[in-house]
């Protein structure tokens, strides 16, 4: 074991298409869902080092410190640790470019990720994206016992805009999104993320949809089908098609549980409409965190200043977790 001081991160991603087909209530039924993502530029750092003491620190919105693992309150980390045999003398920290939960761009997962990348290099181990989605998805999945799908770890571990593919028998196909950077920009510069200003729990979200989702099969089979239908509006950097096909996933999707949208973000993404944009949806799960609006460019301090929500700058990411120091 090297024992070293180590950091890592991991980037956060916005969904286009296809959310909820990552589940496994739909895909191992249907035999696959497809998803749209894109890594960018906002990460979650996690720093790991020796503690001089056997105690076990971590600091994230609070710190802890502790004398045993079963100790530890954050439950990722604690079964991280355990995951990994690493029980005592060792410290996390952990940062985050955004609220660090309910904001729809993965950070649950991601921080998983990035806390195994981190982990793995303080004890010498070398880890492969592949290793890092599927270790972080068992963590989450079967040990924490959480509701979700498997985008998350996947986007985080591998970055890039992605065509995920989920079957039924759990295997992943990874497919980067093929265009020219002309039309990538025109999609990039087309985007506006606004923060809702207030979090939600995507867990019991999802458990709601799971509860009616062999009603809704349908409606599952469509967002696999404009999942895939996105790649080429993205590739020939349509963003009027995209922006429409965006606002008809996101009427279908809101159908699904009375806890994925409400009154104000209607009217909230209403009045956007109103403003020039294209189409618009709230990120993730939904019922707050980040709205995603498609609109012209120029419309886009328009529609920031007249709607009052505070704008995240962003670019895509090409790239998933990395280390990022590596002490001797």
Known sequence: MKNRMVMARAPLRITFLGGGTDIPFYYKKSGYGAVVSAAIDKFIYVAVNKKFDDKIRVSYSRTEIVNSLDEILHPSVRETLRFLDLTKGIEIVSISDVPSQGTGLGSSSTFIVALLHALHSYKGEFVDPEQLAKEAIHIER??????????????????????????????????????????????????????????????????????????????????????????????????????????????????????????????????????????????????????????????????????GLKKLDFRFQFGGSRLIFVGD
């Not at 995920?164 to 506006?192: A, C, H, W």
């Not at 939904?286 to 200043?305: E, K, Q, S």
């Open 142 to 307: 079967n040990v924490l016992r959480e509701a979700g799908g498997k985008q998350d770890q996947y986007m985080a571990a591998y970055g890039n805009i992605d065509l995920l593919k989920f079957y039924g028998d759990e295997r992943v196909d990874i497919l980067p999104l093929m265009t020219n950077q002309e039309n990538m920009k025109k999609i990039e510069e087309s985007l506006l993320l606004l923060y809702l200003d207030r979090e939600r729990s995507s867990s019991r979200i999802i458990e709601d949809q799971g509860i009616s989702a062999d009603k809704q099969r349908e409606t599952y089979d469509e967002f696999t089908r404009m999942a895939e239908d996105s790649c080429k509006y993205m590739a020939d950097g349509d963003v009027l098609g995209l922006g429409h096909l965006v606002m008809n996933y996101w009427n279908l999707k809101k159908a699904l549980s009375d806890k994925i949208s409400d009154e104000l973000i209607d009217r909230t993404i209403s009045r956007s409409l109103e403003l020039g944009a294209f189409g618009g949806q709230v990120i993730g799960a939904g019922g707050g965190g980040f709205l995603m609006l498609v609109a012209d460019p120029r419309m886009h301090n328009r529609i920031t200043n007249t709607l």
